[in-house]
């Protein structure tokens, strides 16, 4: 109880052996793995790293966000205290943070683009401490949206547990100044930890819930700033994108064995 009291969000921040498999409640590019390899990166990689990062930030920004919140309106007033009393000494930790465990976020690991032999997956299930993966075809959504030549289509799935009260409030902390659009939701009461061992998510309704979304990329924003070899690619896909000239004075770095 003591560890879960000095708790603000239970998240495994780094790469570990968690049965079945290797486990991050973060998507890390496998190329990004190894920080101390001599072997550099492509451009394609990094780039796909960068898109992790910025739709990653825009998740945890939203969490934080809406923990810190939280944080001040129990630390406003005593514990138990009615609104407007004075500012007491209630205890501020995972037990009464809106989001109380990041299971996992994943993102499609290619852009989504309509592609009649990608069946993609299935929603995943609000059940269990394994990773939920974005249904990664536009075939599986509602929207039906497939990057155009205007932008760029990328799906993502948070898995969290949290107060199931505050879900809305996550959501519309995601959508403020972004593109994210909510695919589907599913969740599951999460049952009280009577023994008070493990993870201790206190006596707020609670749930584990699985949000999938997706995000267009402006192609005008976006694509500027995208490897050659990321634009040819998606150039090959069919669906009429441009790629941007180079700027003046700019060449285009050739790769060795082209």
């Given at each position: 109880?003591?560890?879960?009291?000095?708790?603000?969000c239970?998240a495994?921040?780094?790469?570990?052996?968690?049965?079945?498999?290797?486990f991050?409640?973060?998507?890390?590019?496998?190329?990004?793995e190894?920080?101390?390899?001599?072997?550099?990166p492509?451009?394609?990689?990094v780039?796909?790293?960068?898109?992790?990062?910025w739709i990653?930030?825009?998740?945890?920004?939203?969490i934080?966000?809406?923990?810190?919140?939280?944080?001040?309106?129990?630390?406003s007033?005593p514990?138990?205290?009615?609104?407007?009393?004075?500012?007491?000494?209630?205890?501020?930790?995972?037990g009464?943070?809106?989001v109380k465990?990041?299971?996992s976020?994943?993102?499609?690991?290619?852009?989504?683009?309509?592609?009649?032999d990608?069946?993609?997956?299935?929603?995943?299930?609000?059940?269990?401490?394994?990773e939920?993966?974005?249904?990664?075809?536009?075939v599986?959504v509602?929207?039906?949206?497939?990057?155009?030549?205007?932008?760029?289509?990328?799906q993502?799935?948070?898995?969290?547990?949290?107060?199931?009260?505050?879900?809305?409030?996550?959501?519309d902390?995601?959508?403020?100044?972004?593109?994210?659009?909510?695919?589907?939701?599913?969740?599951?009461?999460v049952?009280?930890?009577?023994d008070?061992?493990?993870k201790?998510?206190?006596?707020?309704?609670?749930?584990?819930?699985?949000?999938d979304?997706?995000?267009v990329?402006l192609?005008?924003i976006?694509?500027p700033?995208?490897?050659?070899?990321?634009c040819?690619?998606l150039?090959?896909?069919?669906?009429?994108m441009?790629?941007p000239?180079?700027?003046?004075?700019?060449?285009?770095?050739?790769?060795?064995?082209d």
């Open positions: 109880m003591a560890v879960a009291q000095g708790t603000y239970y495994v921040d780094t790469r570990m052996a968690r049965p079945p498999a290797i991050s409640s973060l998507d890390f590019d496998p190329a990004m190894d920080t101390g390899s001599l072997d550099a492509t451009p394609e990689e780039w796909r790293a960068q898109l992790g990062y990653q930030k825009d998740i945890v920004n939203a934080v966000a809406l923990n810190e919140e939280a944080a001040g309106e129990v630390g007033r514990e138990g205290a009615a609104d407007g009393e004075e500012k007491g000494g209630a205890i501020t930790w995972v009464t943070m809106p465990d990041v299971i976020i994943r993102i499609s690991p290619e852009y989504v683009i309509a592609d009649p990608d069946e993609g997956y299935d929603g995943a299930a609000a059940d269990g401490y394994q939920a993966l974005p249904p990664g075809s536009p599986k509602f929207t039906v949206t497939s990057s155009t030549n205007a932008f760029e289509v990328l993502f799935t948070v898995k969290l547990v949290m107060d199931q009260r505050d879900v809305l409030r996550l959501v902390k995601l959508y403020s100044n972004s593109l994210h659009t909510l695919l589907r939701v599913a969740y599951k009461a049952e009280p930890n009577k008070m061992v493990n201790i998510y206190g006596s707020e309704p609670t749930v584990m819930v699985v949000m979304f997706e995000t990329m192609g005008d976006f694509r700033m995208m490897p050659a070899g990321v040819e690619v150039q090959g896909a069919g669906y009429g441009t790629c000239e180079p700027a003046d004075g700019e060449e285009v770095e050739e790769k060795e064995g």
